[in-house]
Structure formats: structure tokens, C-alpha cells
């Protein structure tokens, strides 16, 4: 039997995690089964367990592949000063409920599925690695005060976000947002 390089093991996992993906927009975490990602990718279901050891495997790196996904598409233009990005990520991100169900639909089943619980951990991880630095340099440039934690920084945008994720009445979403964004961005300034 011929060995498989490291290259086409790569492809493989790039096309299971892309497919993956497709389901989890297409039709939430139910629609994120073997089957669909083996029909999506063109491989058996089974294929999938060659390249991720579980289910909590392959939902971990679901979780960063949505990361990435959403905090690229949120950042804006890297012309812009430091402080106006973290403004329009912070604004894009909580006014992003219904656009991308990935998050809210891995919170929705982490609260019953514990393997999925440790997806979300990492995804927590990778949005605090990908806006932290953003914080950072508008504190480098004089735009937030510098005594602040860049990281509790963006955990409470993140738990903030998780919390309007989860909330059904909000009297004006538009409003609570441009509150919060101001409290971070402008209530930072030194």
C-alpha cells in the first residue's frame, strides 16, 4: 500500500474541515454528521475518522476554522488606525447574530455535549489570540490607555457577545451595541 504525504493528508483535512463548515452554515450543528461532510467532500464517512481522533477532534478545529472565518470577514481594512479597526470589529461582531449561526449553534450544543464544550474553549482562544493584538496596538499608539489587560479586554467583549447571543429581548440592539463599543473604545482612552 502506498504512504499517503503529508501534502494530500493536508488536502483531505482542509476539504473535511471546509465541508464541515458548509453543513454547520447550511443546517446548524445537527447538520454536521459523517455522513453530510462525506458526501460534501466526496469521501466515505468513515474516511473522517483517519484525520480527526473524535468527534470533539473534529469540532475543535470546526471551532477555529469558524474563528478565523468570522474575525477575517469582522476586521476591516488594515490601512485604518488600530483604535477605528477594534471600533468597526467590535461593532460588526455584535451586530452579527443571525449572519453566521456557527458560534451560536456550537454554544446551543455544548450546553448538552461536553466533547463539544472543548471546541469552544479553543474557539474562545482563538478569538482572544486574533483581536488581542489589535487591542495592544491601539494601546501602543496611545488610543487605550495602557494600563489596561488587552486580554480581559477582549474576554469581556467575548462573554458580552455571548451573552447578547443568548438574550431574545434587547429593546434596541443597535443602541446596547454602540453603548458597549463606546464603554471599550472610548471609555479606554487615556
Partial sequence: MPKVSAEHRQQVRGAILDAAFACLLEEGVAGVTARAIGRRAEISPGTIYLYFDDKADLFAALAERVAVFEIDLLVGDEDQPAIDRLQTLLAR??????????????????????????????????????????????????????????????????????????????????????????????????
Fill in 93 to 190: 461582531l455584535l451586530a452579527y447574530r443571525d449572519e453566521v449561526p456557527g458560534v451560536a449553534t456550537l454554544r446551543e450544543l455544548a450546553s448538552r455535549d461536553p466533547a463539544v464544550q472543548g471546541a469552544l474553549d479553543r474557539f474562545d482562544r482563538a478569538v482572544v489570540e486574533a483581536i488581542t493584538p489589535l487591542v495592544r496596538q491601539a494601546m501602543a499608539d496611545g488610543s487605550l490607555r495602557s494600563d489596561l489587560d488587552p486580554e480581559a479586554v477582549v474576554e469581556t467583549v467575548n462573554i458580552f457577545f455571548e451573552a447578547l447571543s443568548g438574550r431574545r429581548f434587547v429593546t434596541s440592539r443597535e443602541r446596547t451595541v454602540r453603548a458597549f463599543v463606546e464603554l471599550i473604545t472610548e471609555g479606554s482612552r487615556p
